[in-house]
C-alpha cells in the first residue's frame, strides 16, 4: 500500500456510520425513542402501582367483585391486556411512522453500493 493510499484522520467510515449521522437516521431515532420512552414509562408505573397496591393495600386487592374474582386478579390481568394493548399501538405507530422512514435509509444504504 502506497503512502498515499492511506487514509488521512484514521479509518473510513462504514456507509452504516455514514447513515447514523444523516438527519433522516436522526428523525427515526427520535421518533422511535419519542414513543418507546413514555410508553415504558407508563407501563413500568402501572406495574409498580400494582406491586404496590399488593404489598400496601391487600385489604383494597381482596374485594371480591363476583365470585371469586377480587380486584386484585382483575388488576393482575389488566397487566396482560396493557401489554397487548401497548404492542398493537407500537405496531400501528411503527407502520405509519418508523416504517416508512427505515425503509428509505435501507434504500439509501442499499443504493449507496450501486
Not at 55 to 80: D, E, R
Not at 82 to 92: G, L
Amino acid at each position: 500500500m502506497a503512502d498515499n493510499d492511506k487514509p488521512a484522520d484514521g479509518p473510513v467510515p462504514t456507509v452504516y456510520q455514514e447513515v447514523q449521522r444523516t438527519p433522516e437516521f436522526q428523525d427515526l431515532r427520535h421518533r422511535l425513542r419519542r414513543f418507546v420512552f413514555p410508553m415504558s414509562v407508563a407501563f413500568l408505573l402501572w406495574y409498580l402501582l400494582y406491586v404496590l397496591l399488593a404489598s400496601y393495600a391487600p385489604a383494597f386487592m381482596s374485594i371480591k367483585l363476583a365470585g371469586n374474582i377480587n380486584v386484585g386478579l382483575v388488576i393482575g390481568l389488566l397487566q396482560f391486556v396493557s401489554t397487548f394493548a401497548i404492542t398493537t399501538v407500537y405496531v400501528r405507530y411503527a407502520n405509519r411512522r418508523l416504517d416508512p422512514a427505515g425503509a428509505k435509509l435501507r434504500e439509501m444504504i442499499e443504493g449507496g453500493d450501486e
